[in-house]
């Protein structure tokens, strides 16, 4: 297992025989990928100011950008565009993705890996690593060649160089606001990945939305993807953020000092859109490593007032009441996938202290004001 990234590594000029430019065509035919859009339009805008770093010499980071070739598809067979479109993928196209590590007990668990070899695309918001292992009922990962690490000036390409938010750096309105915003927040947690958590908050936003109010949506942990922000946006979100805003392609193996900082800087930018009301998704499950030590830290609770939590099933939606209780937190309600089933539902409600509210219950009005924060 890769180590635990403790800071983000500093740049340094490779050999000047590693060198190798890139011709406009050359630029035209590479496709960015939703982790890299914002070093991808700086690249199509200024395509002489960049460079591509390679050799036996040269070790990856997190976040590095590269150039890669496709030369077999796999289990993605599209990569996502910046706005989150489905690119589909063929054996010989050029891809601009991120060096990243990834958490995916229904897909791959993948390190960045020590050279510029082969490696895979092991999600389709454009994230480069090598699998170590993967879920029995998908496909091998697609197969990647890195032409070289994307670079400017020498310097080796990270998505934290071009990102538009900084997690120590706080924009104007965020650095306006109060060490505590005042502007209720909700998080929203799960039993595992796919176990409903994006559905049910974008339910959230859209009965948020639907009773007058202005809301702020964010996915603070996880692997980058447009999926989830896209949605939040179609069920009214009037400012939507993820981590990669900040210049991270996945959160998985980062310092947890930094993914803590990261959801505290996501709240503060959010609540500085002046939102009333800011929501914020947990990635993956609560057993999972960062999302276990985020539950039990005191910032965690200083600045989330509820939760709301997904389950895919009554006995996991029980064991998820009794942790998030445990660390005493403010659970409002259990909704997800469980609430597709009828029967597993009332399984739940037989069971459980809190309630148990249907996903697409909460686009009412009334249910989702009834959630937010007690004054």
Same mark, same amino acid.
């Given at each position: 297992?890769?180590?635990i990234?403790?800071e983000r590594p500093t740049? /340094?000029a490779?050999?000047?025989s590693?060198r190798q430019e890139?011709?406009?065509?050359t630029?035209?035919?590479?496709?960015?990928?939703?982790?890299t859009r914002?070093v991808g339009?700086q690249l199509?805008?200024?395509?002489?100011?960049?460079?591509?770093?390679?050799?036996?010499?040269?070790?990856?980071? !997190?976040g590095?950008?590269?150039v890669?070739r %496709?030369?077999?598809i796999?289990?993605h067979?599209?990569?996502q *565009?910046?706005e989150?479109r489905r690119?589909k993928l063929f =054996? #010989?196209?050029?891809?601009?993705?991120?060096?990243?590590?990834r958490?995916?007990?229904?897909?791959f668990?993948?390190?960045v890996?020590?050279?510029? #070899?082969p490696?895979q695309l092991?999600?389709? #918001?454009? %994230?480069? *690593?090598r699998?170590e292992?993967?879920?029995?009922s998908?496909?091998a990962a697609?197969?990647?060649e890195?032409l070289?690490?994307?670079?400017?000036?020498?310097?080796v390409? +990270?998505?934290?160089d071009f990102a538009p938010?900084q997690v120590?750096t706080?924009s104007a309105g965020?650095s306006?606001q109060p060490?505590?915003?005042? %502007?209720p %927040?909700?998080?929203?947690l799960?039993?595992?990945?796919? /176990?409903g958590k994006?559905?049910t908050?974008g339910?959230?936003?859209?009965?948020?939305? +639907?009773?007058?109010l202005?809301? !702020?949506?964010g996915?603070a942990t &996880?692997?980058?993807?447009g +999926?989830d922000p896209?949605?939040?946006?179609?069920?009214?979100?009037?400012?939507?953020a993820d981590f990669t805003?900040f210049?991270y392609p996945?959160t998985?193996?980062?310092?947890y000092?930094?993914?803590?900082d990261l959801l505290?800087?996501?709240?503060r930018?959010q609540? !500085?859109?002046g939102?009333?009301v800011?929501v914020?998704?947990?990635?993956?499950?609560?057993?999972? &490593?960062e999302? *276990?030590?985020?539950?039990?830290?005191?910032?965690? /609770?200083?600045h989330?007032?509820?939760v709301?939590?997904?389950?895919?099933?009554?006995? &996991?939606?029980?064991a998820?009441e009794q =942790?998030l209780?445990?660390?005493g937190?403010d659970l409002a309600?259990?909704?997800?996938r469980?609430?597709?089933?009828p029967?597993?539902?009332d399984?739940a409600?037989?069971?459980?202290r809190t309630q148990?509210?249907?996903?697409?219950e909460l686009?009412?009005?009334?249910v989702?004001?009834?959630l937010?924060?007690? *004054?």
């Amino acid at each position: 297992m890769a180590p635990i990234i403790e800071e983000r590594p500093t740049p /340094s000029a490779a050999p000047s025989s590693d060198r190798q430019e890139l011709g406009a065509r050359t630029v035209a035919a590479i496709r960015t990928a939703y982790t890299t859009r914002f070093v991808g339009a700086q690249l199509q805008r200024n395509p002489g100011d960049f460079h591509l770093l390679g050799g036996a010499a040269l070790a990856p980071a !997190a976040g590095d950008v590269v150039v890669a070739r %496709v030369t077999e598809i796999g289990q993605h067979t599209a990569l996502q *565009s910046a706005e989150g479109r489905r690119q589909k993928l063929f =054996i #010989g196209q050029l891809v601009l993705v991120a060096y990243g590590d990834r958490y995916a007990p229904d897909q791959f668990l993948a390190h960045v890996p020590l050279d510029l #070899g082969p490696c895979q695309l092991v999600a389709g #918001g454009g %994230v480069a *690593s090598r699998v170590e292992s993967m879920h029995a009922s998908i496909e091998a990962a697609t197969e990647l060649e890195p032409l070289g690490l994307l670079a400017r000036d020498g310097q080796v390409v +990270n998505l934290a160089d071009f990102a538009p938010l900084q997690v120590h750096t706080p924009s104007a309105g965020a650095s306006a606001q109060p060490a505590r915003t005042g %502007v209720p %927040v909700i998080a929203v947690l799960g039993t595992s990945m796919n /176990s409903g958590k994006s559905t049910t908050l974008g339910c959230l936003v859209n009965g948020l939305t +639907n009773a007058g109010l202005d809301v !702020a949506a964010g996915k603070a942990t &996880g692997t980058g993807a447009g +999926n989830d922000p896209n949605l939040f946006k179609d069920a009214g979100a009037v400012s939507v953020a993820d981590f990669t805003d900040f210049g991270y392609p996945t959160t998985y193996m980062v310092r947890y000092e930094q993914v803590r900082d990261l959801l505290v800087a996501m709240i503060r930018e959010q609540a !500085a859109t002046g939102a009333d009301v800011v929501v914020i998704e947990i990635a993956d499950g609560l057993f999972q &490593g960062e999302t *276990s030590r985020l539950l039990n830290d005191p910032v965690f /609770s200083r600045h989330v007032d509820r939760v709301l939590f997904s389950a895919q099933d009554a006995l &996991g939606a029980l064991a998820g009441e009794q =942790i998030l209780l445990s660390a005493g937190l403010d659970l409002a309600a259990v909704s997800g996938r469980l609430t597709a089933s009828p029967l597993a539902a009332d399984e739940a409600r037989a069971n459980l202290r809190t309630q148990v509210i249907d996903t697409f219950e909460l686009c009412d009005p009334q249910v989702a004001t009834a959630l937010l924060p007690r *004054s």
